[in-house]
């Protein structure tokens, strides 16, 4: 299992919560998540026995606001995401008469 689907569940974490997390330490084996600035919250994950990725560290502590804005989760990955809850969205022209 590759670490593609820890960062797919770090974008849709701070879609949710809004909150600012920026990607700290990265390795094929380990990642590890945190807030920005001096929030203490932070998440580290590792691959075990099995090869999945497993939460091996969490501090869930809060002290930082929430953030409208990231950079890393554009408008194509919000339409990827939700476009199977939407059901098939067609976008035609409107003629006006």
């Given at each position: 299992?590759?670490?593609?689907?820890?960062?797919?569940?770090?974008q849709?974490?701070?879609l949710?919560?809004?909150?600012?997390?920026?990607?700290?330490?990265n390795?094929q084996s380990?990642?590890?998540?945190k807030?920005?600035?001096s929030?203490?919250?932070?998440?580290?994950t590792?691959?075990?026995?099995?090869?999945?990725?497993?939460?091996?560290?969490l501090y869930?502590?809060?002290?930082c606001?929430?953030s409208?804005?990231?950079?890393?989760?554009?408008?194509?990955?919000?339409?990827?995401?939700?476009?199977?809850q939407?059901g098939?969205i067609?976008?035609?022209?409107l003629?006006i008469r």
């Amino acid at each position: 299992m590759s670490n593609f689907y820890v960062f797919e569940f770090a974008q849709a974490y701070k879609l949710k919560h809004r909150y600012g997390i920026k990607l700290s330490k990265n390795k094929q084996s380990r990642v590890r998540y945190k807030f920005v600035k001096s929030c203490p919250w932070k998440v580290s994950t590792g691959i075990d026995k099995d090869a999945n990725f497993q939460i091996s560290a969490l501090y869930d502590t809060y002290t930082c606001s929430r953030s409208f804005y990231s950079r890393q989760v554009s408008t194509n990955w919000v339409a990827e995401k939700y476009v199977d809850q939407f059901g098939l969205i067609l976008i035609t022209k409107l003629k006006i008469r």
